[in-house]
Nanobody, 121 residues
Framework: QVQLVESGGGSVQAGGSLRLSCAAS?????MGWFRQAPGKEREGVAA??????GYADSVKGRFTISRDNAKNTVYLQMNGLKPEDTAMYYC???????????????????WGQGTQVTVSS
């Protein structure tokens, strides 16, 4: 399995921005960002397959996923943060044979340890 390490979480006020990074031990075509708030199920936030991207409706227009293949790193730029964005954010990778992007956690095989994002009102 690919090893994933997230960074960049923190505490911000509503309307602020954060950029999360996910460093992978090797390249994977499809990477995704997920989040899980206390008492809630893990949900897909954004995913990227090569250059194609997909987003949850709740973050469209505010979050942007991107990648730097030379660094095997995927980013999640989060703007216009809201208190409801507060959660533990996880980076994940689909198996190397996968095709297309997905926001379903069950489609992802490798997971990072998570980074906390807290947005205060």
């Amino acid at each position: 399995q690919v090893q994933l390490v997230e960074s960049g979480g923190g505490s911000v006020q509503a309307g602020g921005s954060l950029r999360l990074s996910c460093a992978a031990s090797e390249y994977r075509n499809c990477m995704g960002w997920f989040r899980q708030a206390p008492g809630k199920e893990r949900e897909g936030v954004a995913a990227i397959y090569i250059r194609s991207t997909g987003y949850a409706d709740s973050v469209k227009g505010r979050f942007t996923i991107s990648r730097d293949n030379a660094k095997n790193t995927v980013y999640l730029q989060m703007n216009g943060l809201k208190p409801e964005d507060t959660a533990m954010y996880y980076c994940a990778a689909r198996p190397s044979w996968s095709r297309g992007w997905s926001l379903s956690p069950t489609d992802f095989l490798s997971w990072g340890q998570g980074t906390q994002v807290t947005v205060s009102s």
